[in-house]
Structure formats: C-alpha cells, structure tokens
C-alpha cells in the first residue's frame, strides 16, 4: 500500500437557491447531484475518471444508491463531501460518502455501486485503469455498511406518468441519474412535501431511458412514510428504475 496516498477525498459545495425548495432545504435531486460530482472528482484525481476509461471503450454508469439524511440541509449552507473508493463485488465499484456541515457534524452518509458499461455492446466490462491498490486499500473504512439496497418489484400503487424533456438528458444522450429521484418526488402533492422531508433514499437505476421513451411510475406506500417505486418504459413495459423514498 502507498502510505503517501490519500484514497479519501473531500469536496466543499456551497448550497444556492438554485438547489433548494420553497422551504429552503436542500432538493433530494440537489443532493445526489453532489454526490455524483464528487465521485467524478475523485475518480477524476486517482486516476480511472471519464477520459482514462474512454480508452477502454467504457463510461461510468451509477447502478445503486443508498442515502440516509439526519437532516435537512439548508439554503446558503456550506458542507463537505468525502468520498472515496471501497471495494469491488464482481463487477460493481463500491464508493461511500459523508456528508458533513461547517461544524464537521454528519448530516448524511451513502453507499453505492458504479459499473464501468462498454460503449458498443452496453454491458459492464471491469477496468484495466483501476489497480486493486486502490479500490481496496479502504475495504474496511464505511459510511454505511451494507451494500447498495437492491430493490424487489412492485405490481400494485399509484400510478404517474412522466415524459422526458431536453432538459432530463444527459450528454450520454440518456435521462440523468438525478431526474429519477426528482420524479419520484414529484409525485408528492405541495402539502405533504411542505410537511415531510426524506431520511432514506436508495435507487437502483437498470435500464437507460432515451429522450423518446416515457415512463409509467407505480408508488407504493409500504407502511407509514415508506414508500416503493418503479419506472417502466410505456410502450416496451422494460423496468427502467426502482427506488425507496422513507420520511
């Protein structure tokens, strides 16, 4: 191991208007969007980021997030995020994060699961750019200690339907990881959001939507403040994501 190596990195963000709701807390979309940031940014810096693995052929695709919320971050608020690289199950790269406030007080923690896609054939390739130095040098430092959640289908619930913009597409010509938890948020009507702020999320993304697809959402309320979803593409019925939302 390479003593003089820090795997663990950490990236300060100031919250503006911009990332939060009418209340001033910080939008769960918001919140993913820093931490997928911050795992660019590291990624970027030990060296496996974007252009390293586009030599391969291979992008980055989050497949699983899990996030657990102890409170609502705030409007103007500055906070830190720390990230690093944890292990490898098969052929899915592990990376926790900690969310900490000014105060170094934890405000939210997450797991997740990247997989490193093939751009011609679409399927998960391991990298020759990432060494095992680095993906398990921290194997035993956690944020939290499951595995990214992998959720079950659903058959019955609310029913949402959701056409994608130009402005859900990512420049993998895809809808972006974040859109989905917006979705699944947007689902709420103004009383209920206004009253209830999420303390769990975990999201597994499984198929990729394109700018023609639309999907149909079922949301299942579980038990009190604990709700399931899961997208499908309309006209194929292809599961494109499912999620938990707990308040």
Known sequence: MNENKSYSLKYNYKVNSADTDIEGRLKMGA????????????SNELGFGFDEIKDESLFWVLSRISIE?????????EITVETWP???????????????????????????????????TKRPHLSQHINTETYYTLKNKYALKEVPKKIMPIKVGDKFSVKPTFFDIDINRHVTSTRYLDWMMDTYDLDFLLKNYPTKISINYIKETKPSENVGIIRNNKSDNNYIFEGKHINSNIVTFRGIIKF
């Open 31 to 42: 919140l993913l969007n820093f931490l997928i940031q911050s795992a660019i940014n590291s």
């Open 86 to 120: 944890k292990n490898i199950e098969k052929i899915l790269y592990l990376r926790d994060f900690i969310v900490r406030d000014k105060n170094d007080n934890i405000i939210a923690k997450s797991t997740s699961g990247w997989l490193a896609i093939n751009s011609e």
């Open 69 to 77: 919320i102890n409170r609502p971050i705030l409007w103007n608020e």
